[in-house]
């Protein structure tokens, strides 16, 4: 099966809060139809998407972040609900295009014990797989023993996912074509986070989960081998490229 993240960089307007950029979210959805549409049902899909404009600025705002947690209730029906819209927006819009996308919230499922580990039980995910649809899990808050809540990033759902469900492929779909080197040439592979650190930066908007170099850094925690790669490229990676760069 198949995880791909649709970044929330890639989807969203991510320098105004809570904008859509609805061109690039149909161009996603259009693409992932295409592909999934011609494929076999049970090469399973699991779709999960960033934030972008949706979640960060709410998080930010709260002082919410993967490791500072918050009690504030409206901390949680700011973030969390900001991130259940933008998961609407994309159900809506895979619908649109006959896809059989379905939510799963990870505040519901999710929560990270006092060391910051996260449990996702992924029962749910694996039979509506089973039952023929595509599951789309996003960033969220989860409960963190000791914290409140705290940010899990949709790439932490994505190694998650990758792993307890065996993906065969992952991909991440960003706004940009790949990670780039100083030169701004799409890097191919990466092997080690040492080779690439000096070029990893954060996200030039405001963003809570670290940018593309936590990105790259827990792409290489995962077993299974991860493309990253831009919204051009869906197509190519779901019909089995390695579009962008190969992070192993
Ligand atoms: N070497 C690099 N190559 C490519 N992008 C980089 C690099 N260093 C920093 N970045 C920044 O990382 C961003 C991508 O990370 P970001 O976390 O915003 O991605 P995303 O997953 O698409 O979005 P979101 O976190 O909202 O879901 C790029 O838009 C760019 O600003
Ligand atoms: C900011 C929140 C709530 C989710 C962030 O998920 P990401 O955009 O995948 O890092």
Sequence with gaps: MIVLKLGGSAITDKDRPETLDGAALEEAAAAIAVTHAAKERDEG???????????????????????????????????????????????????????????VHPFSAAHRDTDGDLTLPTGQVETLLEEGFVPVLHGDLVAHAGAGVTVVSGDELVTALATALEADRVGLCSTVPGVLDDDDAVIEQ??????????????????????MAAKVQTLLELEASASIFGLADIKAFLEGGEPGTTVD
């Design 45 to 103: 899909l699991v779709i999960v998407h960033g934030g972008g404009s949706f979640g960060h600025h709410n998080a930010s705002e709260h002082g919410v972040t993967t490791t500072e947690g918050s009690h504030d209730t409206a901390a949680v029906f700011d973030i969390h609900g900001a991130m259940t819209t933008l998961n609407q927006f994309v159900l809506t819009r895979l619908a649109e295009h006959d896809v059989p996308a379905v939510p």
């Design 190 to 211: 990466i092997t080690a986070f040492d080779d690439v650190a000096s070029v990893l930066g954060e996200s030039e908007s405001t963003d809570v989960t670290g940018g």
